[in-house]
Structures are given as structure tokens and as C-alpha cells.
């Protein structure tokens, strides 16, 4: 059972627009999410974070919001850049021992 | 400052051979170390878990085990290996706060 959904599994966005990249959950336990970012053959790298008790945190041009009511978190990037072309992963913990990840989402950013 | 080693990076191997993958962690103490699968196409996959030495948790049964002979040390195996098993594997850690960081990871081809 995929408690962590990511829909879409591949997004294209211009250089300079925002990229939203959304993700799902069903487990209402859960109480920390993060967002990692993964080049090809090259384990995930943390991104940005955000805890069940906020509904927002931003870390540049990366802002994470949470809708605890609906179960749902995004990712916006703002500006998108070329760099910015990878596989995205959302996750989430109840425990922080236990990890929950959804199976991605592929961000192009067209120069 | 917190470097983690995985290997080998590539591995090919027979369809019923032995494995064994080995992660270490250096510059922290009694990290919580985890394995992860990422099959073609799919998200990550947990597979184990150890909150320190000795303790192992199992996520998904199947022919894969996996010990913590050291604290600072990981170690995935198997027996015998099927077509299955062949994936990106993924070692990571995680210390005091939820943010997990991984290895560069391990490609398994099962022929």
C-alpha cells in the first residue's frame, strides 16, 4: 500500500516560470515531510522539510506547503532552472525511524 | 563533517548467487542506517532499518537480510539472489533530526 503518492510522474516547465510538484498522503500519523532531489545513478540529496505543525517553510527559491486537511504537500520552485532538472521525491515519518517515499516526479526545465 | 561510503557502485551477478553490499558512515555516532531499493521506474523502497547495533527492522520480507556488526557500519545480503532483486540500493543515514543522507548507491544487475 503506497502511503506517499506522487501523481504525476513527469512535469516540463520554462526556464524562469515556477514548478509545482505535488505529492499525496494517506496516513494521518505522519507528522514530518521532506523533499529530496535525485540526478541520475546518484542517491537522493535533502532539499527542504517542513513539520505538521507549520503549513509553510521556504528556503529560497524553494518553498514547501503543507494542507493537512486535504493530506496533501507541494514543492514550488521559483524561478525554475535548467539545473533544476531532476527527479524529485516527496517523503514522509510518523516515528522518524520509519520512512515513506513516493515514486517521484521528473522536473524538466526548459531553457 | 558526515561522509557516507557505499560499494561496490556497480555489481553484475548470476541469478542464485550470494550478495553482500556494505555502507559505512563517518563523522557521526550512532546514526540511524537504512537500505532502500529503487527498482526501474519505481520510487524508493525501504527495506531495513537499524536503530543501532544489532537491531535490524525488516520492512519487506523477502531474500534480502541485513546486519549492523558496528555502529557505524550497514551491511545488506542475500543468499541467493533472484531476477528480482536487480535495482539501484540505496544506504542512508539519519541522526538527531528527520533529514536523511544518502549514498551514492549500488547498481545491481541479476542475470
Known amino acids: 500500500d503506497q502511503q506517499v503518492k506522487q501523481n504525476s510522474p513527469s512535469l516540463s516547465v520554462q526556464e524562469g516560470r515556477i514548478s509545482i510538484l505535488n505529492c499525496d498522503y494517506t496516513n494521518s500519523m505522519f507528522d514530518y515531510f521532506l523533499w529530496y532531489k535525485k540526478y541520475p545513478a546518484e542517491g537522493p540529496t535533502f532539499l527542504i522539510s517542513?513539520?505538521?505543525?507549520?503549513d509553510k517553510n521556504e528556503d529560497g527559491r524553494f518553498t514547501v506547503f503543507l494542507n493537512k486537511s486535504a493530506k496533501h504537500l507541494s514543492l514550488h520552485i521559483v524561478p525554475s532552472q535548467p539545473g533544476d532538472s531532476a527527479v524529485y521525491f516527496c517523503a514522509a515519518t510518523d516515528t522518524g525511524n520509519q520512512f515513506y517515499f513516493g515514486t517521484g516526479t521528473s522536473l524538466t526545465v526548459i531553457p | 563533517s558526515q561522509t557516507i561510503h557505499q560499494w561496490p557502485a556497480t555489481l553484475v551477478q548470476p541469478v542464485g548467487s550470494p550478495l553482500s553490499l556494505e555502507c559505512t558512515v563517518e563523522g557521526t555516532s550512532n546514526p540511524n542506517l537504512y537500505w532502500y531499493r529503487q527498482a526501474a521506474g519505481r520510487g524508493l523502497q525501504l527495506l531495513f532499518y537499524?536503530?543501532?547495533?544489532?537491531?535490524i527492522s525488516s520492512e519487506v520480507p523477502q531474500n534480502l537480510s541485513a546486519s549492523r556488526p558496528q555502529d557505524r557500519q550497514f551491511i545488506l545480503s542475500s543468499k541467493k539472489l533472484l531476477l528480482s532483486d536487480s535495482g539501484f540500493y540505496l544506504c542512508?543515514?539519519?541522526?538527531?533530526?528527520?533529514?536523511?543522507?544518502f549514498g551514492p548507491g549500488t547498481r545491481l544487475t541479476v542475470t
Open positions: 542512508a543515514w539519519a541522526g538527531t533530526t528527520y533529514e536523511q543522507y
Open positions: 537499524s536503530v543501532g547495533i544489532g537491531q
Open positions: 517542513i513539520s505538521s505543525i507549520k
